[in-house]
């Protein structure tokens, strides 16, 4: 039996598009359909490591451009109802528009990958990261 | 100025979607197009690190036990010679002996690689983590 | 090569010198010089602050309700627009209401001093207050 | 009755001491001992504010020459003792030999200003700076 595929729409930015299609030939890839299914798999596999109730320490990084709709305030929102969580945050000003925040997290891995998701999914972050550490407590350096 | 918007349609094994929506209800996002656009800056910002000389933005985060032998020392000295590379650094003191140090960096990205990897891999430190970005300059939000 | 020193006396009214030991002692210095040293550098830093065109170093601390109307909104604008003269900015979040800034800045001590009068001066800042330190260069340890 | 008067000798860098004297010509102080008098009340009366039990959120900002006799070491050491009070600490390297540190520190009034005095008084500082702030929630904006 062949695998049963289904369709969807997607609405990107044209010049999201254009550079995307840019590195799918750059990568080799022959079309959008096998590229965004390599995406989505990697990022479910990510999205299942951690999801516990052990105390862990992370980093989230984000880059966001601080005149676009609010986003600093929903960021600051999401910030405060999950302070518990949050150690303190870095903030750079990039350039004129441009700003990186550099969050330091600790927790359950569960409310830290909570957390670090709704701030990463939140509309104008061009780029966000979560990067996973330890509290270095069972860990022999 | 309207942002202008491309419309394409992928195709996926169902089971795949499936799976794919239910992760994205999970990270909160509203819609699959916000979802794609965020897969697809993250993975433009990763494909671009390949570029040396482009001026890139990252940071590096380390978990290390100060009281090892001159592990600290070590990571300053590293730290004041590559300064031009480094914005701040921010450190948290998460127990009697562990450190967690997250580094903003802004410079070349070969330069930067440098910078992470002998930080990284000096004696001491018990994880470490270069997490690539971008200056938010040429990425469409 | 030694550091040079140089010995010379001080007359205080001993019940003054009485108090000035006791908070020494408090304070957790192991002699009168260390501390007299510090004391002189402190009114240097303090006492140089007046020469406008010197390259200074400040901390700015500022705590505000990120709820009220658009504070965090301006004071991004500002810090933008000042941005040459910011290193960075930790951000604590201090409940659901409060937060707290720290901003480092470097620069002419005349426009760090114009940044903080308006950062402090911003509508809905509970309190702030410009921490003028040194680069370091020219004070002896 | 005359004030009685206590002598005792003090030792100070000699670059640091040329400096004191030509501030106090500047200054227009007659002699040495006067402006040290003056200093140590300034002191005093900074000693004894906020020595108490209430809850106060406060920054440090420390500059010091990281290459001095294990000045990094025993800061490192002191804020890993006194790690309740510290949120996080921001790190700047100012040039081959400078670093500057803020702290921000949370905590009973009497706590922050014992770790704080601790770190400004450590040898090999050459200035450090306490300002106590709010934690916001008892100020109206």
Tied chains: 1, 2, 3, 4.
């Excluded at 799918?24 to 990697?42: F, I, P, Q």
């Excluded at 596999?45 to 709709?69: C, F, I, M, P």
């Amino acid at each position: 039996m062949e695998p049963r595929v289904a369709r969807f729409s997607v609405s990107l930015d044209k010049d999201l598009l254009r550079q995307l299609d840019r590195m799918l030939r750059e990568k080799g890839y022959r079309n959008r359909s096998l590229a965004v299914a390599d995406m989505v798999r990697e990022h479910l596999v990510e999205h299942r490591q951690g999801n516990d109730d052990r105390e862990s320490v992370a980093t989230v990084t984000l880059v966001y451009d601080h005149h676009k709709s609010h986003v600093q305030e929903a960021l600051t929102e999401l910030q405060h109802r999950f302070r518990g969580s949050i150690v303190s945050t870095l903030h750079v000003h990039l350039d004129h528009h441009n700003c990186l925040e550099v969050l330091v997290l600790r927790g359950k891995a569960s409310e830290i990958r909570a957390l670090a998701d709704r701030l990463i999914a939140a509309k104008g972050v061009k780029h966000g990261k979560l990067t996973l550490t330890t509290t270095g407590k069972d860990l022999p350096a």
